[in-house]
């Protein structure tokens, strides 16, 4: 079995407004220094047993057509071997 992770994030240049949210209220906590703060999103999906090169092109496939924005969004995938 394979899992894996999905992480996506908006592209640098566009405005994150969640992120400022906290990087405001973490300022506001006292957490100091910070320059910038990024939300994004992070997905944990196990596949059957198939190669990892299809497991990347079906992630990729469900990234650009349901996980992620790919105009707006960034994403990153992580593939696992794991025990059943």
């Known amino acids: 079995m394979l ?10 240049g566009v405005l994150d407004p969640q992120g400022k949210a ?7 906590l006292g957490f100091e220094g910070l320059k910038d703060v ?3 999103k992070y997905f944990a999906i196990k596949l059957d047993d198939i ?3 299809k497991a ?3 992630l990729k496939g469900m990234c650009e ?3 992620a924005n790919p ?3 960034d994403y990153k ?3 696992l071997d794991i025990k059943s």
């Not at 899992?3 to 640098?12: F, G, L, S, T």
């Not at 906290?22 to 506001?28: M, N, R």
């Open 3 to 12: 899992e894996a992770r999905v992480y996506v994030i908006m592209k640098p």
């Open 77 to 79: 995938i992580e593939i």
């Open 22 to 28: 906290v990087k405001s209220a973490l300022d506001s």
């Open 38 to 40: 990024r939300v994004g």
């Open 71 to 73: 105009v707006i969004e």
């Open 65 to 67: 057509k349901l996980l």
């Open 56 to 58: 990347m092109e079906r």
């Open 51 to 53: 190669s990892k090169e």
